[in-house]
């Protein structure tokens, strides 16, 4: 069996459909961080959130059909962690509340290209 090589007009027409995809999603997202950004938390939840601890992230290939996981590891820190992935399909995933150490995946053979976190003691 041949396999066909896709011509260089092809690989920049996937290029750019890739970059107007990634575009699109990073607007949508900035519109609801501002969206976010406006409801006001109770006083209880903002004072649990801890935004001076510092954790280390990773991202790795190696869930389901190589989907895309990102780590946050918070060793030591004596905090609870969530972990957001951002696919390449232009989803997202967190992972639940978790001590000191939380992994979210990407849906099946799904890329990841970020990852952050949040914490709270």
Not at 7 to 31: P, Q, Y
Not at 88 to 108: I, T, V
Request: aromatic share 8%.
């Amino acid at each position: 069996m041949v396999r066909r090589v896709p011509d260089l007009a092809e690989k920049g027409e996937r290029i750019v459909r890739t970059f107007t995809r990634m575009a699109t999603v990073a607007l949508s997202t900035a519109a609801a961080a501002t969206a976010v950004a406006t409801v006001s938390l109770p006083a209880a939840s903002a004072a649990e959130v801890s935004a001076a601890v510092t954790c280390q992230t990773g991202i790795d290939s190696r869930g389901p059909g190589g989907a895309g996981r990102g780590h946050t590891w918070c060793t030591g820190k004596r905090v609870y962690v969530q972990t957001t992935v951002y696919c390449d399909n232009g989803s997202s995933s967190k992972s639940a509340w978790l001590w000191e150490y939380s992994k979210a995946e990407c849906q099946y053979g799904i890329k990841a290209y970020k990852v952050s976190y949040a914490t709270r003691t």
